[in-house]
């Protein structure tokens, strides 16, 4: 079945430096999900990207879709302690729309 | 509106015994999904809803049962629980393609 990568599977910065996570299919994704999920705490929608190309920012937060429609990453400008948690990009390119769920980054942020 | 509410919010079980886990959503979301999460493998699909009375099978659907008799009501069901079933398991609602919105989960212990 579809497969989404995710890297790295661990991420630890200093509060203020940048940070990036990245998703890799090997086929097309019709759609990218990312979603947020705090330590104890249940996954948090953030932001679809749908359109090939397409770049959505949050605040600190930008969403880029590939060319190719086959990767998609999340840059935190700046970490705030906030940022600790998480981070899971999903497709939804499975029958019937049921979500393929990336293995995740746990992002550390120290103060 | 609840959102997604799931009980109980912890177990302790047996090896061999059953158990139903509860999930139930107040924004009328035609699809409903079951999720279990373990560390470093992200969270994987086990059953999911379109629809009362439409069921179908996830990535890792052996050892669970699952029924919609209701749009609102999700139950999971552990026939005969294993070692193995220990995780934290999600239940999540959605209208379509869109945001998935995930229950506050149930941390299983399987002895």
């Known amino acids: 079945g579809q497969q989404v990568m995710q890297i790295p599977q661990y991420q630890h910065v200093q509060e203020g430096e940048d940070f990036t996570t990245y998703c890799n299919s090997s086929?097309?994704?019709?759609?990218i999900q990312w979603y947020k999920q705090r330590p104890g705490g249940h996954p948090v929608f953030l932001i679809q990207?749908?359109?090939?190309?397409e770049v959505k920012k949050q605040k600190r937060l930008t969403f880029q879709f590939g060319e190719a429609k086959k990767n998609s990453s999340l840059h935190i400008t700046a970490t705030q302690t906030t940022d600790v948690g998480t981070y899971f990009c999903?497709?939804?390119?499975?029958?019937?729309?049921?979500?393929?769920f990336g293995s995740g980054t746990q992002l550390t942020v120290l103060p | 509106n609840a959102g997604v509410t799931q009980t109980p919010k912890f177990q302790v079980l047996k090896t061999g015994q059953s158990m139903t886990l509860q999930c139930a959503q107040d924004?009328?979301?035609?699809?409903m999904s079951w999720y279990r999460q373990d560390p470093g493998m992200g969270l994987r699909l086990i059953h999911y809803?379109?629809?009362?009375?439409?069921?179908d099978q996830g990535e890792v659907p052996n050892g669970y049962n699952v029924s919609r008799s209701t749009t609102e009501d999700f139950p999971l069901r552990l026939l005969s629980a294993a070692p193995s079933q220990t995780s934290v398991y999600f239940c999540?609602?959605?209208?379509?393609?869109?945001?998935?919105?995930f229950g506050p989960g149930t941390r299983l212990l399987v002895l």
């Open positions: 999540a609602s959605s209208r379509g393609q869109e945001t998935q919105y």
């Open positions: 086929t097309t994704l019709s759609n």
């Open positions: 990207l749908v359109k090939s190309g």
């Open positions: 999903a497709d939804s390119s499975g029958s019937a729309r049921q979500l393929t």
């Open positions: 924004m009328n979301h035609e699809y």
């Open positions: 809803s379109v629809g009362a009375g439409i069921t």
